[in-house]
């Protein structure tokens, strides 16, 4: 089977409370509908756990408005390290979770009425599209930025969706994209500047010079939840007079506090691989045939980008649609690219967890 990018799946967040932080993350964000819950060992991953199994729970949640979801993790059999140095713009790897806003200004002002930690103020981006930063309460930044494109209209008074891309911390643009454009496609350029930017000054270590491109992907994601994920965008910044730039997990595990990888939900994992292998990113990881995560399942694979960023793939092929009535979907055998039908998505949305 030819490969396919559905579209980011979630963002995997490290965090040191599993429910303490998804609260919040439903607050703000309106990710309330819970996909999965599984506390498990993780055997395939020792790669990046220093050859340990470790144990972990782990919660997959979503926003019915659409958008990409969340993997919040928490490790069981240890605690959840965070990084020894303060993370600066420009260091490698994900720095940022973008989560989309029908109205960027509304969301401002939900975020300031309800004591979210702001970082700065409104600002324009180089494309001209208003944004503004925010901290969680484990330092994660999330920047709001305007939404591409919506599943449903919840009326979340936040004005916010799911999960619309990531600012990835790079040595080397150029070595970067052949991974970011060429695989994954994004391949629509919306602005490559270099100089110094009132936006990113807000944040630690942004007051130098530093060289930004956009990505986005010209044409609409396919397969089954590619009209729940929806667009994405992925932002690249490199720093061009730092000496001290380090990688964000630097001497800690996959799954330790901060963003751990950025999610794709694909299809046609054997020819991906072949790709990967190919263009110079060979899987890492690869569960191969059908991992189980109890509730749901499927085959998931990991690649490194040039400065050890973690990209995770996931081919789906089981997911509870309603766990209480027994009813799971099936898609190992489904045709390529084809949709969901909506109302089978807006099943799923029952699931929604009420505070």
């Known amino acids: 089977m030819k490969k396919i990018i559905c579209g ?7 965090v040191p409370n599993v429910e303490v932080s998804w609260k919040w993350y439903r607050t703000f964000f309106g990710v309330n509908v819970k996909v999965f819950e599984e506390a ?25 408005e659409g958008g990409g979801g969340f993997e919040i993790w928490q490790f ?20 940022s979770c973008k989560i989309k806003s029908r109205n960027v200004a509304q969301s401002f002002d939900y975020f300031k009425a309800n004591g979210a930690k702001m970082i700065g103020e409104l600002f324009t981006l180089p494309n001209g599209k208003n ?12 920047q709001v930025v305007e939404g591409r494109g919506y ?18 911390g790079v040595g080397d643009i150029e070595k970067a994209l052949p991974l970011y454009r060429d695989i994954l496609g994004y391949t629509t350029m919306e602005y490559d500047v270099t100089g110094t930017f009132e936006d990113l000054a807000v944040l630690p270590g942004g007051h130098g010079k530093f060289r930004r491109i956009l990505l986005t992907h010209p044409e609409a994601r396919k397969g089954p939840f590619a009209k729940l994920l929806g667009p994405t965008e992925i932002e690249l910044i490199q720093s061009l007079d730092r000496q001290d730039t380090k990688k964000i997990f630097e001497n800690r595990f996959w799954g330790d506090w901060g963003f751990i990888h950025l999610c794709f939900d694909v299809q046609g994992m054997d020819d991906l691989k072949n790709e990967c292998e190919a263009k110079g990113f060979p899987f890492t990881v690869d569960s191969s045939n059908t991992f189980d995560m109890g509730e749901a ?14 990209i995770e793939f996931v081919e789906t092929h089981k997911v ?14 489904r045709k390529p690219g084809k949709f969901l039908p909506n109302w089978m998505i807006h099943v799923m949305g029952l699931n929604k967890v009420k505070d």
């Not at 509870?320 to 799971?328: D, N, R, S």
Request: proline share 5%; with cysteine.
């Open 131 to 142: 944004s503004f930063f925010c901290e969680d309460p484990n330092g994660n930044i999330f």
């Open 320 to 333: 509870p649609i309603m766990k209480k009535w027994g009813w799971y979907l099936h898609l190992k055998n």
């Open 40 to 64: 498990a060992e993780a055997p395939l991953m020792t790669r990046y756990t220093g050859g340990v199994v470790h144990s972990r729970t782990a919660t997959l949640a979503l926003s019915m």
């Open 297 to 310: 399942g499927g085959r998931f694979s990991y690649i490194e980008d040039p400065d050890g960023t973690w």
């Open 76 to 95: 069981t059999s240890r605690p959840t390290e965070k990084a020894t140095f303060d993370i600066q713009v420009g260091d490698f790897g994900l720095y």
């Open 8 to 14: 980011i799946q979630q963002m995997g967040i490290g």
């Open 151 to 168: 599943f449903s209209k919840t009326g979340f008074p936040s004005a916010c969706g799911g999960v619309a891309g990531s600012i990835i």
